[in-house]
């Protein structure tokens, strides 16, 4: 079960990157992401870092579920709890800053927090 929810994870990353770089123009896609239809073209570059950092974390998770079916389970085990903690710490950090966005934050930190507990119940 921990697997899925960090593949939960990976593949909220890499369709909330794939909505930040590529289809941001979109005004459903904006307020998906950020409660408002407001675009800002100033933070084009910030945004597309914030895109790849996204998509680089959910593929990271897919590498470490991946290498656990492989039969490497110490680089497997590492990537996950390291990824996973990674974005529950950053999912802390998004909802001090930006409370309304709460819902982000949830969905960017609950998947992965789901999956450390039960690595943690399991070893």
Do not use: K
Not at 25 to 37: E, G, H, K, Q
Not at 46 to 67: C, K, Q
């Amino acid at each position: 079960m921990a697997q899925v929810f960090a593949l939960l994870a990976a593949l909220a990353h890499i369709v909330v990157g794939a909505l930040e770089r590529f289809f941001y123009d979109r005004p459903a896609v904006r307020v998906f992401l950020t409660t408002s239809t407001a675009d800002a073209p100033e933070v084009t570059l910030w945004r597309s870092g914030v895109a790849a950092y996204n998509i680089l974390i959910g593929l990271g998770l897919v590498a470490g579920v991946t290498a656990l079916h492989t039969g490497d389970t110490t680089v497997g085990r590492t990537l996950i709890i390291y990824l996973c903690a990674f974005l529950i710490a950053s999912a802390i950090i998004f909802v001090v800053s930006f409370p309304r966005l709460w819902r982000g934050a949830l969905g960017q930190g609950l998947p992965p927090a789901i999956a450390l507990l039960l690595v943690a119940l399991t070893h």
